[in-house]
């Protein structure tokens, strides 16, 4: 007989759960608790099966039959009830998903399993570049005009190696997502297909280190400001980039310490950078702070005072002093490089020094400080070796490779 309210509401709890029938596998299951749950009962291709389909009196008994009617329509048209209840549940849950939860579930799973420097990258162009880009943005929602702008941004500073990471990690946690049913599709695919072409070797023309003194006794010769002179000298002393040191702010060294760390909103591997400052390098500074330290910035501009001077600035004395086509501001970490690796430095302490992108991707990358104490050594002993071939004295090669 089919069931009435009046039973339902008064049937009482047993010591053991037991079922009230409706029709067409309709149940309500009393169990000892008192909680009073419909179940139907069905079968697909011969196996029996069951749904919930809530608690009683939340789901009345005229819903549950609606209910009941519902999912015998979905077996007439060979579905399957509790399967498609699975995936709406499945689609619910998956709904409200952001890129940042599912970026850093697969970053958990897949840490462990990688080598320290991996993981150190990894984290460090996920909470940089791409979880700032999209992470807030709903997984299912994300586009591929979408990552290819944020990958695009990351081409635009001129960091491709970094934008060729983050098109594979991309790829990576959609295919992630795939697996977990997080996203129906992988946006991320083909993001190649539009990457930036790798950069011409840019020639970068260096005097050789014999030929430095001459070129840094030309400064004092040559009508340039004290702010140029200072940044030239600077950057035979440091081996920085031109624009790391034109943006420099004096809130970014501790002279006392000998030391300047640009953040790492400013490098192009977006992570910080500690130079090491020889003496003659902190003598330059003082010397400049007599002239800039009320600004913020070391080299403000003579128009305004909140920008840095002009990039052409540097290179513009250079060929005041005669040396279009033979020196330029960038060329100076060249020639340090050049002069360092032919004395026998070690290799990881010069390119560490350049700030260069690890393009070996083996090599540790974990610790931007690594090596600060052997880079303090190397550079003061390159600022004296600058220093007495001035004075005309013999330079002896100095190796140092442990």
């Not at 420097?117 to 992470?135: M, V």
């Amino acid at each position: 007989m089919a069931l009435t309210d009046s039973a339902i509401k008064t049937a009482k709890p047993k010591e053991m759960p037991y079922k009230l029938s409706d029709a067409h596998g309709l149940y309500l299951l009393v169990n000892p608790n008192g909680s009073k749950l419909w179940r139907l009962k069905f079968r697909v291709n011969g196996k029996e099966k069951g749904l919930a389909l809530g608690a009683y009196p939340t789901v009345t008994l005229a819903q549950a039959r609606q209910k009941r009617e519902e999912a015998r329509k979905q077996l007439a048209e060979g579905g399957d009830p509790s399967e498609q209840k699975k995936a709406a549940k499945q689609a619910h849950r998956t709904s409200g998903v952001t890129f940042e939860s599912l970026a850093q579930e697969w970053y958990a799973y897949n840490a462990p399993r990688w080598a320290k420097s991996t993981r150190y990258k990894a984290k460090l162009y996920l909470d940089n570049d791409i979880i700032p880009g999209i992470g807030s943005r709903p997984v299912k929602a994300i586009t591929r005009p979408e990552l290819v702008k944020l990958v695009r941004k990351v081409e635009a500073r001129g960091a491709l190696n970094a934008a060729g990471k983050i098109r594979q990690w991309l790829h990576q946690i959609f295919r992630f997502g795939l697996a977990s049913g997080v996203v129906d599709a992988n946006p991320a695919t083909d993001l190649d297909v539009v990457a930036a072409p790798a950069e011409a070797a840019r020639h970068h023309p260096h005097v050789s280190f014999a030929e430095l003194p001459e070129l840094l006794g030309k400064i004092d010769s040559t009508n340039i400001s004290t702010l140029t002179r200072c940044a030239i000298q600077l950057l035979v002393l440091t081996a920085t980039r031109p624009g790391e040191l034109r943006a420099a702010r004096w809130s970014e060294f501790d002279l006392d310490a000998a030391t300047w760390t640009i953040p790492k909103e400013r490098m192009k591997a977006r992570r910080p950078h500690v130079v090491p400052l020889p003496r003659q390098a902190v003598a330059t500074l003082r010397q400049l702070h007599e002239i800039t330290g009320t600004y913020a910035l070391l080299f403000p501009g003579q128009q305004n005072a909140e920008r840095p001077m002009s990039e052409n600035t540097i290179n513009k004395a250079l060929r005041l002093m005669g040396y279009e086509g033979r020196q330029t501001g960038h060329g100076f970490r060249h020639l340090l490089s050049t002069e360092l690796n032919g004395r026998g430095y070690n290799r990881d302490w010069i390119e560490r020094q350049l700030a260069h992108g690890d393009k070996d991707e083996i090599r540790d990358t974990y610790n931007h400080a690594t090596y600060l104490e052997q880079r303090r050594e190397m550079m003061q002993a390159w600022a004296d070796s600058i220093d007495a071939t001035a004075a005309g004295t013999n330079v002896v090669s100095i190796k140092r490779t442990v």
